[in-house]
């Protein structure tokens, strides 16, 4: 694993690497494909050998995080919607389901003798959220915070020291975070306007709250990241905590190993088809690693004084728990 | 075009179907698929291949995905159908018989766009347009973006005088987000509860009463009165246009399920994509979607025959030295390693899903441009295009 942390923080400034390991509650964000529920499980692993009791809350609704750790999203043995599923030592998983988050906020409102009528409600309610713009976003964001909470809500469950979250794509990462912010504003008074109102402030406190994000080294994912941070500005006036640039390609080659090659290559009529095949894929690689130091650089220019860590790229084979434990201990180092 | 493409061409398997096959009666293309497999690029190059045909073509995707101007080497696309020059297209090498007409839904204005078509009167529209609920949050949140774009589907269906339409659906929790988007406004106006909040009679003065229902009642202290009252002011004035809400969803629902229509898996053969694109073509086939075709991007190749990686080393010591050409030997391994992961992952989704036409489209090496890239994989899809006359 090489791990180089390669944007020095600006002069003047005190480096925030490792502030991402501060806050109880760290979002993973990013594009589709670039790795996000990899690095929300590589950093619950981390946080859990480091001894803290962690839950890593997926809210893409794959079932990804838990085949992450070995157990088959589709198996019927796998667990209900918000069920908080300890997968290794210290380290829990679970699901968010806005309409799970509903009924359990309802049961924290309601007194015991209205009960009989939760039922009712909750299935009146379940279509008003469904329906209403922006409260399953809401209900998803209340469950996050409960889950976050020194004392827990939820009677009898116990707190977490941190709590991660494998976002949903950046766009929706955006509706997720905007929520509480715009239904307090909206609502002004009532109890969603006070929960709103308590959430919205927990997530946009950096001390409370880390935002990370994943890009892979490749013109998209950079772009849709620095969309990411320009909205993020825009909607709730925040910044980036960290950034983790994922698959770096390994640094095999040097300056001036590119002419070498091609001048082998062209001047080697004599050479096998094997060594000439391994001459074009160093070639092409040492292309792909200066493509990728390039956006690298155009990351760290457009987000001067934002930690960048580079995570090397999986050498192939299935995705499992050694991969887990590599990409941990990278970030362990590098944070 | 790249030669590494050609020069891996002949290494697919002869029986397989174009997706031109696929695609010859269909009025209707629904890209599919998980993120960062290159859906975007995939919807583009479908795009291109059916207007190289001759066909009259909008491809349409959504924000906040800004990937397909990107995709089509422009800076920006709009709300608006643009009109793909051929001037612009060159680098895409493809001469094209028809017309590529591209925009970006921007779910707000779209939205604004439907209300504006659908309240009965000004009035009702004002009061949506001022509406808390529609302002603060229509525009930004998850279900609004399947709704807008299926919505604007019908449209362009019906009016856009297109022959064929090609949508890049968003990254969605689901497959069937964007399909399930007008029931789930629909069923809104159908539960009994909630249609009392829009009572004719003044709904905001209903949920503030006193002499509301017992569900109201609780509804009222579970939600809040100014959010309830937003609310229902919400769904009262987007009820005004109900008929038309209710319209466009039928509608929807028969086009999604008409023979015009087809939807193209896109997929990587990396394992996390694997199987998430499994579940999608389950969800598909649950839902009596069209699943018609499937295509594997990214895919790393090399010759079944793998190299002696020593022979190789050895073979290159005297020209590049001890180092590089060990790193040179690393760099084939690594490649072949790969491109037997990305076999395997082939081979899962052919288990699954082998009867559905499959297209592999290569990795393609090297800084490319964005229209060949465009231009490679759209030959990869559809095969070497008939020329202009």
């Known amino acids: 694993m090489e791990d180089r942390t390669t944007a020095p923080p600006a002069p003047g400034t005190t480096p925030r690497a490792g502030l991402a390991l501060e806050q109880r509650l760290v979002f993973v964000l990013g594009k589709g494909g670039v790795g996000r529920t990899t690095m929300a499980a590589a950093l619950g692993l981390l946080y859990a050998h480091r001894g803290a009791r962690t839950v890593i809350a997926e809210l893409s609704g794959r079932g990804e995080l838990l085949s992450a750790f070995g157990r088959p999203p589709t198996d019927p043995a796998s667990p209900a919607p918000n069920d908080?599923?300890?997968?290794?030592?210290?380290?829990?998983?679970?699901?968010?389901?806005?309409?799970?988050?509903?009924?359990?906020?309802?049961?924290?409102?309601?007194?015991?003798?209205?009960?009989?009528?939760v039922f009712g409600a909750t299935r009146t309610l379940g279509f008003l959220a469904a329906a209403t713009p922006g409260l399953a976003e809401l209900l998803s964001a209340g469950k996050i915070w409960e889950l976050a909470q020194p004392e827990r809500i939820i009677p009898g469950a116990r707190p977490y020291e941190r709590v991660i979250v494998d976002a949903p794509a950046s766009g929706h990462s955006i509706a997720l975070l905007a929520a509480p912010q715009a239904f307090a504003r909206t609502a002004r008074t009532g109890p969603i306007a006070r929960q709103a109102a308590r959430i919205s402030e927990a997530l946009l406190d950096r001390t409370q709250t880390a935002l990370l994000?994943?890009?892979?080294?490749?013109?998209?994912?950079?772009?849709?990241?620095?969309?990411?941070?320009?909205?993020?500005?825009?909607?709730?006036?925040?910044?980036?905590?960290?950034?983790?640039?994922?698959?770096?390609?390994?640094?095999?080659?040097?300056?001036?190993?590119?002419?070498?090659?091609?001048?082998?290559?062209?001047?080697?009529?004599?050479?096998?088809?094997?060594?000439?095949?391994?001459?074009?894929?160093?070639?092409?690689?040492?292309?792909?690693?200066?493509?990728?130091?390039?956006?690298v650089e155009r990351l760290a220019g457009a987000l001067p004084g934002t930690p960048l860590i580079e995570l090397a790229l999986s050498r192939g084979g299935e995705f499992g728990a050694a991969e887990l434990q590599t990409l941990a201990q990278g970030l362990g180092e590098a944070l | 075009m790249k030669s590494a493409d050609k020069a891996t061409a002949g290494a697919f398997p002869p029986d397989e179907v174009g997706l031109r096959d696929v695609l010859r009666d269909r009025r209707m293309c629904i890209c599919v698929g998980t993120g960062g497999v290159g859906k975007t690029t995939s919807a583009a190059a479908i795009a291109i291949g059916l207007a190289a045909d001759g066909r009259r073509v909008a491809l349409v995707t959504i924000d906040p995905s800004r990937r397909l101007a990107g995709a089509l080497g422009l800076s920006e696309l709009s709300n608006e159908p643009q009109l793909l020059s051929s001037e612009h297209l060159a680098p895409v090498g493809i001469a094209l018989r028809g017309e590529v007409w591209a925009m970006v839904l921007d779910p707000k204005r779209t939205f604004d766009e439907l209300i504006t078509r659908l309240a009965p009167d000004e009035r009702a529209r004002e009061r949506v347009f001022a509406n808390h609920i529609y302002r603060e949050l229509s525009g930004a949140v998850g279900g609004s973006h399947e709704f807008t774009a299926i919505a604007k589907l019908y449209e362009l269906d019906r009016d856009g005088g297109y022959d064929?339409?090609?949508?890049?659906?968003?990254?969605?929790?689901?497959?069937?987000?964007?399909?399930?988007?007008?029931?789930?406004?629909?069923?809104f106006f159908d539960v009994p509860a909630l249609r009392l909040l829009l009572a004719p009679a003044g709904f905001g003065a209903r949920v503030a009463s006193h002499a509301a229902a017992p569900a109201l009642a609780l509804l009222r202290r579970l939600v809040g009165v100014d959010l309830l009252t937003e609310i229902a002011l919400f769904f009262g004035a987007v009820g005004g246009s109900i008929s038309g809400f209710r319209e466009r969803a039928r509608a929807v629902e028969a086009l999604l399920h008409d023979p015009a229509t087809v939807c193209v898996l896109v997929s990587s053969p990396r394992g996390e994509a694997v199987r998430e694109s499994l579940s999608f073509a389950r969800a598909l086939r649950d839902a009596d979607l069209p699943l018609g075709a499937l295509i594997v991007n990214r895919v790393h190749e090399e010759p079944a025959r793998a190299a002696d990686l020593d022979a190789v080393e050895a073979a290159l010591v005297p020209a590049l030295g001890a180092r590089l050409s060990r790193q040179v030997s690393a760099s084939l391994a690594d490649s072949q390693r790969r491109a037997q992961r990305d076999q395997i992952g082939i081979g899962r989704l052919r288990a699954e899903l082998g009867d559905l036409p499959l297209t592999v489209v290569a990795q393609i090496d090297g800084p490319v441009g964005d229209l060949e890239m465009l231009g490679a994989v759209a030959r990869r899809l559809f095969g070497e295009p008939v020329q202009a006359p």
């Not at chain 1, 993020?232 to 390609?249: C, K, Q, S, Y």
Request: aromatic share 2%; no cysteine; hydrophobic share 50%.
């Open chain 2, 164 to 187: 064929a339409i090609v949508l890049d659906t968003p990254p969605a929790r689901n497959a069937l987000e964007f399909v399930r988007a007008p029931q789930r406004l629909m069923q």
């Open chain 1, 213 to 295: 994000a994943v890009a892979t080294p490749e013109e998209a994912a950079v772009s849709e990241l620095l969309e990411l941070q320009e909205a993020l500005r825009r909607e709730l006036g925040r910044e980036l905590d960290t950034v983790l640039v994922n698959a770096m390609p390994p640094a095999r080659f040097e300056d001036g190993d590119a002419r070498v090659l091609e001048d082998a290559l062209a001047g080697g009529a004599a050479l096998s088809e094997d060594v000439r095949r391994a001459l074009a894929r160093a070639i092409a690689d040492d292309r792909e690693l200066r493509a990728a130091r390039t956006q």
């Open chain 1, 84 to 117: 908080e599923i300890e997968v290794i030592e210290r380290l829990y998983a679970v699901q968010i389901e806005p309409d799970r988050a509903l009924a359990e906020y309802l049961h924290e409102q309601l007194p015991l003798r209205v009960l009989a009528d």
